[in-house]
């Protein structure tokens, strides 16, 4: 099941049927357990690997999934199975990031599913100049 908070839906042939006040959400966790790869360009795109459970079983369902950088630079969903995301990195901004050697800043990529998220620690590597 995809990540996000589910009411259960039941419907008879005249409709949708009102649930009593009782009723609870079932919350379903977004996991990451690996991104390959850890390492990735400033140019970016780099097809990134995310591995894990409460993914969508496809990238054409109507779930909100959103990958991003804290730059703001996003990860293109490419396709999406229950147990995988691959998505294509942008061109990452690091103006006004302290750059230090080996040439290498420490990001958090942050994975958003329903409004469920989760973060990963990714390394970017600025151009040597």
């Given at each position: 099941m995809v990540a996000g908070s589910w009411l259960?839906?039941?419907t008879t042939v005249v409709g949708?049927?009102?649930l009593d006040a009782g009723v609870t959400a079932h919350d379903v966790?977004?996991?990451?357990?690996?991104s390959t790869p850890s390492t990735i360009t400033q140019s970016g795109g780099e097809t990134l690997q995310l591995l894990?459970?409460?993914?969508?079983?496809?990238?054409?369902t109507e779930d909100v999934?959103?990958?991003?950088?804290?730059?703001?630079?996003?990860c293109n969903l490419v396709s999406s199975t229950p147990t995988e995301l691959t998505c294509q990195m942008g061109?990452?901004?690091?103006s006004?990031?302290?750059?230090?050697?080996?040439?290498t800043e420490?990001?958090?990529?942050?994975i958003s599913i329903n409004g469920v998220s989760v973060s990963s620690s990714m390394i970017v590597g600025a151009p040597r100049l």
């Amino acid at each position: 099941m995809v990540a996000g908070s589910w009411l259960p839906k039941i419907t008879t042939v005249v409709g949708l049927v009102p649930l009593d006040a009782g009723v609870t959400a079932h919350d379903v966790s977004l996991v990451v357990s690996t991104s390959t790869p850890s390492t990735i360009t400033q140019s970016g795109g780099e097809t990134l690997q995310l591995l894990g459970t409460g993914f969508p079983a496809s990238s054409s369902t109507e779930d909100v999934v959103e990958i991003t950088l804290d730059d703001g630079t996003p990860c293109n969903l490419v396709s999406s199975t229950p147990t995988e995301l691959t998505c294509q990195m942008g061109t990452i901004n690091l103006s006004g990031a302290l750059i230090t050697e080996p040439n290498t800043e420490q990001m958090t990529l942050t994975i958003s599913i329903n409004g469920v998220s989760v973060s990963s620690s990714m390394i970017v590597g600025a151009p040597r100049l």
